[in-house]
């Protein structure tokens, strides 16, 4: 897979002429909890040539293609991921610390990793986070049987809230590191479905674990009654430096004139 994943980038690049900076794995395999049948989803962060810039109306800023059962890819434009960055976007932040990265130019990561800190906003990721974990109380998990992908996906969702409301900082996203959130008496329980989750599919269900469920619903409410209070940033506008990493990154990727 590894394999037919640098392919696909390589090939990617040749078709829209483009120069990839970034690619890894963003879904369960880089959470850490990917079931058997889990296919690879592969965001990547790439640059067009200068003249696509410099036009009066903006081009397309993202590229998705058809998801086959392996290979889900997906793309946004440097510009458009940088803007994102600025607005504390949850999904970029988690795939600039995916653990599972295909490929990196040797100047990206030193370029944007430095900004993250200072551009992660509390109070906008803790609301991303208790969207999820809003999804899985009302609609993935009220039946009898639930599926376990989606339990965990709540799970780690509230772990992720839980880390923002506790810890005031940016979660990790790898689950080993959250779970140091979850409650020991929940461990034995998580233990034994994680296992499950190994070596089942996608589509597996399992009785509603009421106890989590339980645990979904005070986490929910407790970073619910902490949002307004969380820090709200009150540091320089980051738009200069990403201005400047945008056009460092961009002279080094295209040095030619137009």
């Not at 799970?155 to 979850?182: C, D, K, N, V």
Request: with cysteine; glycine share 4%; net charge negative.
């Amino acid at each position: 897979m590894q394999t037919r994943i640098a392919a696909a980038l390589t090939r990617l690049e040749a078709d829209h002429d483009i120069r990839i900076l970034y690619a890894c794995e963003s879904g369960s395999r880089a959470w850490g909890f990917p079931s058997p049948d889990s296919d690879y989803d592969v965001r990547f962060i790439y640059l067009r040539r200068p003249g696509w810039y410099l036009t009066l109306d903006d081009g397309p800023d993202t590229l998705n293609f058809p998801v086959d059962e392996e290979l889900d890819l997906a793309g946004w434009d440097l510009r458009k991921a940088l803007k994102l960055l600025r607005s504390s976007n949850a999904a970029l932040f988690e795939w600039l610390q995916s653990p599972a990265v295909y490929y990196a130019a040797p100047e990206f990561l030193p370029a944007v990793q430095p900004l993250l800190a200072g551009t992660f906003n509390l109070r906008a990721g803790l609301h991303h986070y208790l969207g999820l974990v809003r999804r899985g109380l009302e609609t993935d998990l009220t039946g009898e049987a639930v599926r376990l992908k989606r339990l965990f996906y709540a799970l780690r969702s509230a772990l992720a809230a839980r880390w923002i409301r506790t810890r005031h900082a940016l979660p990790p996203i790898e689950f080993t590191r959250l779970r140091e959130l979850l409650p020991a008496a929940l461990s034995p329980e998580v233990d034994e479905l994680l296992e499950r989750k190994a070596q089942a599919t996608e589509k597996t269900t399992v009785p509603r674990p009421a106890a989590l469920v339980e645990f979904l619903e005070q986490e929910y409410a407790a970073c619910q009654a902490a949002r307004d209070t969380l820090p709200v940033p009150t540091g320089s506008d980051p738009t200069p430096e990403l201005n400047k990493v945008f056009q460092q990154l961009l002279a080094g990727s295209f040095p030619l004139p137009l």
